[in-house]
C-alpha cells in the first residue's frame, strides 16, 4: 500500500499536467489523453505491485534419458550438415525412443505423487481444485466444410458469427419510415446543445463512491486497469479523474476508446464445442469507460424512476424485483381466474438477439420523445454509436469489428436502455402482461 502511494505521487505530476491540458480547451479530448491517463495509472501499479519469477517444478531426468537425449540433438545436428535420408531416419527412431521414456518416467512419477498423497494434505484439495475446473478450451472448428485448428483462424471464424447478430434486423422496416426517424433525431441534435442548465456535474465523493461499486476480481477490459487500482487512487488522481468525467459531461462525449470491447467466446453448455454457432460472446470492456457509465446511469435512473417511465410489469434489472416476484405475480392471476371458475392462456414470447439488434436509432428517438433531459441524450448519442470489438482466443486476436446495430454487451447503461425500448410494447385489452428484461408472458381469461 505505502508502495502504491509513492508511485501515485509520482504519477501525479504527470496526471496533473494532462488533465490541465485537457481543460484548457473546449474541444472533444484526443484519445491519447485518455490513453495517457490510462497508461499513468498502470505504471504506478506496475511500480507498486513487485512482479514474482514464475516458479516452475523442473523434471529432473534419470542418467538414461540425458543420454537419449544427447543422442537425438547429436543425429539432427548430423542431419542438419548433411541431409542424408540414413541421418534423418535415425533421427526420427530416437526422437521416438526418447520420448517413449520421457513419458513412462513421467507417468511414473506422477503415479508415485498420487499414492504419497493424504486426504488431508494440501496437495490433496489443492490438486482436487484443479481437476475439479473444466478448462475452457476450443478445438477445431467447422467452417464452410473444413477444420480450423489455428488460434488466429477460430478467431476470425467466431468474429464474423458474432458479427452476424448485429445484423439481423438492419433490412427489415420500411425505409421511408427509417429515413423519417433518422431526420427527426438529426435535427433534434442539430438545434440543442449539450451544456444545459439541467447538467449535472459529478463530485470527488460520487466517484470514489462509484469505483467500489463493481466486485475486486473484475477482469479488465484493453485498458488492463482493474477494480483494485482505482480503489487505490490517490486523491489528486481522483480529483483529476473527476474533472475529466466533468469534462465529458459538458461536451456530451463519451471517448471512442471506451468503447472498445474484449470479446472471449464462451461455449454454451450441451452443445457440440466444434459448431461456431455454439460460443456465446463474454465483452470485457474499459473500467474507466465503465466507471463513467455508471455515472451517467445515476443520473438516468433517477430521471426514469421521476417520470415512471418504465411499466410496472416489467421487472428486469429493476431493483427490488426479481424473476421469483414475477412468477408470484403469474401464479396469483391464474389462481385468481382459477377461484372465479375460469380459464387462463398464456403466450410466451422470446426476442432472438434481444439486446444485439436494437435499433439506435429508433431508441434515441425514443429516448427524445420520453422527454430525457438533453445533456444526457447527448452523452447517450455518444456511447450508443461506434462501438467494435475483437474476439481473442488464446494469445490470438481477430481484425477489429464494427457493430451497426444493438446495445453493447457487458455495459452498464444496456439494460435500463433496452427497458426503455421496450417500454412501449403494445397492452392488449382484458390481457395481463409480465416481461422480464426481453422474455414476456401475455396472459388472458375467459
Not at 18 to 31: E, F, G, N
Not at 287 to 292: E, I, P, Q, V
Not at 302 to 317: E, N, R
Request: charged share 15%; net charge positive; hydrophobic share 40%.
Amino acid at each position: 500500500m505505502a508502495q502504491w502511494i509513492m508511485s501515485m505521487k509520482n504519477s501525479n505530476d504527470t496526471i496533473r499536467n494532462r488533465t490541465r491540458d485537457l481543460l484548457a480547451c473546449s474541444a472533444v479530448p484526443q484519445p491519447t489523453v485518455i490513453t495517457n491517463f490510462s497508461q499513468s495509472i498502470l505504471q504506478a501499479a506496475t511500480q507498486a505491485i513487485p512482479i514474482h519469477p514464475l516458479r516452475r517444478n523442473h523434471l529432473t531426468l534419470p542418467p538414461y534419458l540425458l543420454l537419449l537425449w544427447k543422442i537425438k540433438n547429436h543425429y539432427r545436428r548430423r542431419f542438419q550438415h548433411t541431409r542424408s535420408a540414413l541421418t534423418h531416419q535415425l533421427y526420427l527412431l530416437f526422437v521416438q525412443i526418447f520420448f517413449t521414456y520421457l513419458t513412462h518416467h513421467k507417468n511414473s512419477k506422477w503415479s508415485s505423487f498420487l499414492n504419497s498423497l493424504h486426504p488431508q494434505s494440501t496437495h490433496f484439495w489443492k490438486l482436487t481444485r484443479y481437476f475439479s475446473k473444466s478448462p475452457i478450451s476450443i478445438p477445431p472448428l467447422t467452417h464452410q466444410g473444413d477444420q480450423v485448428y489455428l488460434s488466429s483462424l477460430k478467431a476470425e471464424v467466431l468474429t464474423q458469427q458474432f458479427e452476424l447478430s448485429h445484423h439481423l434486423t438492419l433490412t427489415l422496416g420500411s425505409r421511408r419510415h427509417s429515413a423519417q426517424v433518422s431526420l427527426f433525431v438529426d435535427r433534434f441534435f442539430q438545434n440543442s446543445t449539450p451544456s444545459t442548465p439541467s447538467l449535472q456535474l459529478t463530485n470527488i465523493y460520487e466517484v470514489k463512491q462509484r469505483i467500489f461499486s463493481p466486485k475486486l476480481r473484475t477482469a479488465p477490459g484493453t485498458d488492463g486497469i482493474t477494480p483494485p487500482m482505482l480503489r487505490n487512487l490517490s486523491r489528486n488522481a481522483l480529483k483529476h479523474l473527476t474533472q475529466l468525467f466533468n469534462h465529458l459531461l459538458r461536451l456530451g462525449h463519451f471517448p471512442t476508446i471506451w468503447k472498445s470491447a474484449k470479446v472471449i467466446p464462451i461455449p454454451k453448455p450441451d452443445k457440440p464445442h466444434t459448431d461456431r454457432n455454439s460460443y456465446r460472446p463474454i465483452s470485457l470492456l474499459s473500467t474507466l469507460g465503465k466507471l463513467f457509465e455508471r455515472i451517467i446511469a445515476a443520473r438516468l435512473t433517477s430521471f426514469v424512476q421521476q417520470h415512471q417511465l418504465i411499466p410496472h410489469f416489467q421487472f428486469g434489472f429493476h431493483m427490488k424485483h426479481t424473476t421469483v416476484a414475477q412468477l408470484a405475480r403469474i401464479i396469483d392471476y391464474i389462481t385468481n381466474g382459477f377461484n372465479l371458475h375460469k380459464h387462463t392462456g398464456m403466450l410466451l414470447l422470446d426476442i432472438e438477439k434481444a439486446s444485439d439488434t436494437v435499433w439506435i436509432t429508433g431508441l434515441l428517438y425514443k429516448l427524445i420523445s420520453l422527454k430525457v433531459l438533453t445533456y444526457l441524450l447527448w452523452i447517450l448519442n455518444a456511447f450508443l454509436t461506434g462501438h467494435n470489438f475483437t474476439v481473442h482466443v488464446n494469445d490470438e486476436s481477430s481484425s477489429i469489428k464494427t457493430t451497426p446495430a444493438g446495445l453493447p454487451q457487458g455495459a452498464v447503461l444496456s439494460t435500463l436502455l433496452f427497458s426503455l425500448y421496450i417500454s412501449d410494447i403494445p397492452h392488449p385489452p382484458n390481457s395481463h402482461l409480465a416481461l422480464y428484461a426481453d422474455d414476456t408472458a401475455i396472459l388472458t381469461q375467459s
